[in-house]
């Protein structure tokens, strides 16, 4: 019997719609838009200059080679020095690393004390912080080169470490006063019952709360400082520039010859902690994304 | 001998007051429920008492100390939540022993009086558990069991049954009363839940808007409402009502109305009776009689009778009589047919008579 309404019993057979078929389209089209370059910047990297020469942009590489890569990393020049992008590497661990340590610790005690310990101007220092985060950040460069240079802290590793957990106050703070903001109020009250203080509640009850919150802080802190360049580029001083700063040194360092395949390795390598710690966190991150969002 | 005395107890913010003056003493061992709707200042009542709410004015004494100004850990209160409030992230052992962990209290200690408290709330085999694997009501005991380890004078519930499923609220109810008996500590007990007040009180503080309206036994509050408020807060179905004016005639005091010509003189009044004076007579749904029994009762009215309801073990009859509404509490088996009308009556020693103006019992 062909199926009909009439005769309409168990599972609703499945049809494919017009507009389901738009979605996939949508999807499809979107996903080449943001995979495209990447496959571009992967198959160049992977080819030695001969092949690029040809100028077939989307062929796959007929005799791939690491080369560009070795050379990225170790020994890839920028000015007179030709060690690639690995020095970089290691100060901006060294710069990401405590930033953003020190900007989840600090974002999450404010968020906390703004939620739960409410004093007197508490909602106006959250308006202020507010505006904070919208302020662009080229509008402090000057007067903080004054400022830093005025108390010795410019050109060194802990200034630009200082400058980049200021500047990420706003953004840490209004993310975790929004997440304590779900969490209800009667488990203060009750830790309060049972005799805990400011230090003891965040520690004990709070912090263990706030892992999946911590975990997208740290995802978007990471990336943001890892992916900063100005601050970098002025204030961390020549021995501690970050990667992103070497990488543009490196790829605006023109020996005759262009070297694609060196640039998109450097490339890559310069982006590769973001891209990782997003493959390996995705799931934490959407649901720091939705905490709160669904109760229960 | 009174463990809680509250003062002149008044919690404003801004313009709004939540709390108005409010005086209120607790007797040692008492279980006292705050009864009264959302917004009526139970809670905020409750959460002063505990701490968490600074008073605008007045003082709280617990145990003869002035705790006005102390630190909830200082007052010598355990609280048990509505949303159990419970640390997600430890066991339900841990929870229980937070309080005296971070208090600094020896290890050995601990133990034993979380062994005690686990012992009264049967919850021995649940102490490795996480509270995301409990029910409901065993959350609750958890809660329940973390102000029974700080072996203190008072607890305090604010709503602690309302999250639960019908059942299980009857069940920990009476858990929560035998534990009343056992323990025989002062108990504060916020709830909007009028069947959990008159079950587990001892007496009743019904509040409206930041103050309280009626103070007294369950039984108390319930035959003599003291006003207008309390008489249709308490009870359900509802009390009825019927307006008449009030009269002293030769034959003693009557009340009078359209169809209505009722003989007070049997009513204990509060005061002298007045005279000419709007009031109304209330009368609750079950105190109905109906048949030859109606007959020889003072108050007799019509019910014009619109929808019945079996509720297993009575018959709701719910109509009309004259232009007010009204509900008889019947026994079942009865049959009574919609748009039918019953002679009812009503003994004088059910009746409430309110002043109309000012809602105050006479």
Sequence with gaps: MKPSPHNARGTKPQR??????????????SSAFFILPLYVMVVTSLKPMAEIRLGHLF?????????PWLTAWSSACRG??????????????KITLPAVTASIGLGAINGYALSFWKFRGAEFLFAVLLIGAFMPLQVFIYPLVRISS?????????GVVLLHICFSMPLMTLLFRNFYATIPVDLFKAARVDGAGFWVIFLHVMLPLSVPMIAVAALIQTTGTWNDYILGLIFAGSDNVPMTVLLNNVVNSQFGEKQYNVNMAATILTGLVPLILYFSSGRWFVRGITAGAVKG | MSTIDIRDARVAYGAVTVLHDLNLSVDEGEFLVLLGSSGCGKSTLLNAIAGLTDLTDGQIFIGKKNVTWSEPKDRGIGMVFQSYALYPRMTVEENMSFGLRIAGMPKADVAARVARAAGILKLEQLLKRRPSELSGGQRQRVAIGRALVRDVEVFLFDEPLSNLDAKL????????KRLHQELGNTMIYVTH????AMTLADRIAVM???????LESPEGIYARPANRFVAGFIGSPGMNFTEASIEQTDQGVRAVADDLNVDLSAYRFAGHPPDRQRIEIGYRPEHLLIGDAAREQPLQAKLTVEVTENMGADLYAWGKVGASKAVARLPTGLRIAPGSTITIGVPPEYLSVFDAATGDRL
């Excluded at chain 1, 062929?59 to 080369?67: K, M, R």
């Excluded at chain 1, 007179?80 to 661990?93: M, P, Q």
């Excluded at chain 2, 609220?169 to 929560?176: D, F, G, N, Q, S």
């Excluded at chain 2, 839940?193 to 959990?196: A, G, L, Y």
């Design chain 1, 80 to 93: 007179l020095t030709c060690d690639g992008v690995s020095a970089g590497f290691l100060n901006s661990v």
């Design chain 2, 169 to 176: 609220r009857t069940e920990l109810r009476v858990e929560i």
């Design chain 1, 16 to 29: 494919l719609s017009i507009a389901r078929i738009g979605i996939y389209v949508f999807l499809v089209v």
């Design chain 1, 150 to 158: 005025g108390v010795g802290l410019f050109g060194t590793l802990p």
């Design chain 2, 193 to 196: 839940d009028q069947i959990e």
């Design chain 2, 208 to 214: 409206r808007d930041g103050r309280i309206e009626q």
């Design chain 1, 59 to 67: 062929a796959l590489p007929s005799s791939p080679t690491f080369e």
